[in-house]
């Protein structure tokens, strides 16, 4: 029996394409080892034709004319390259600012934002191309298999899915012998690496391999943005990011465009040291993983944000507001990009920034980045009341006494009444 019908039999959810009804599939290609086999294997084992597709996050130092040729030399009908850096950046990266987004405490969410963007397009591609199945290179193991299907089948119930790496029971090893026994070139670069990596304008990630041994540091080829900390210059350096309504608009002074922005940042903060986490992840299909993230942009403007939003924030609203951030990192993590509280947390996210205008100057220093000035025409700060000693305007100090009796009323009879409790005993 051939592989693809074993796989038919077994097939569980009911997008899964069964081979018969396979015609042309969309392929997500990336232009590495997986996508690369996987373009030659859909076409030997299910018969079917294929059209690429390469989208372009602003993932450093790819090269998207070679990534196209490949795809043709491999025998795809159309390789599609789509920039859609700008969409990304503001439908995608901004809310995520807005939100402060960060899941596990650590992770700006680059790689679980680029995903939905990436199978929107893919559905759109899909349908332009007259594909009834669109294909992946995830494997069973991670979530992002879960956020490319789950966007597909919500934008196209009629579409299939493959996902090769799932059921196809090559290792690496195995792989490559596939690659040289049917010509696909093999290069070295990312693909000597032990380590699998994804990146955009809003950060980079290398999980595997050496990674996977938590009782080890990481190994210095790791890292590929960010200067190791011990080697940034000896002298701080200050950046200034100024923000309208939440949206960062200008750095140094100087309004940029988002992408233009972010890529500005993310030099600065990585000739810096900045935004290098070592995180252990809580994955949603249950495993615990090792990521080892380069993220130097999302450091310098999540940490400006938050500060900002401190500022113009009351004390309610700063208390409540990173409760919802939680809840808008985890059903984006979880790849639930069109999940109906995801909009309508974003309403709250948006309706909160309408009053984040604002400039915060953050200190750049071997891997530190620390907000060091703050200024905001929406600030409920008002340095005459903040000072010592002086009372005026809408500030007594007069009334503190009074306040202090009724606010801490209940706290102090609920205290006595324990206290009698115990010595009456
Ligand atoms: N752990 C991160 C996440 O789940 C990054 C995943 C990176 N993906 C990859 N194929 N290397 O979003």
New binding site residues.
Partial sequence: MAEVERRALTKTASYEAIPGEVGRVLLLYSGGLDTSVMLKWIQDEYDAEVVALTVNLGQPGEDFDVVRGKALDLGALECFVVDAREEFANDYVLPAIKANAL?GGG?P????LG?PLIAKIAVEKAREAGCDTVAHG??GK???QV?IESTVVALDPGLKIIAPVRGWQMGREEEIQYAREHGIPVKGGSESVP????DNIWGR????GPIEDIEEPPHDDVFNLVTKPQDAPDEPEDVEVEFEQGRPVALNGERLGLVELLERAGELGAKHGVGIVD?I?D??VGLK?R?L?EVPAAEIILTAHKELEKLVGTIHQNNFKPTLDNQWAFLV?AGLWYEPLLSDLGAYMDAVNQQVTGKITIRLYKGRATAVARSSPNALYDAALAGFGESGGLFSQQASPGFIELWSLQSRMAYAIRNRVKEDK
């Fill in positions: 899941y992770y969410l680059f790689t679980a995903r995830c494997t991670g979530n992002d956020r380590y699998s990596i994804d990630s290398s999980e595997g995180h992840e994955r949603i993983v990521d993230y993590y």
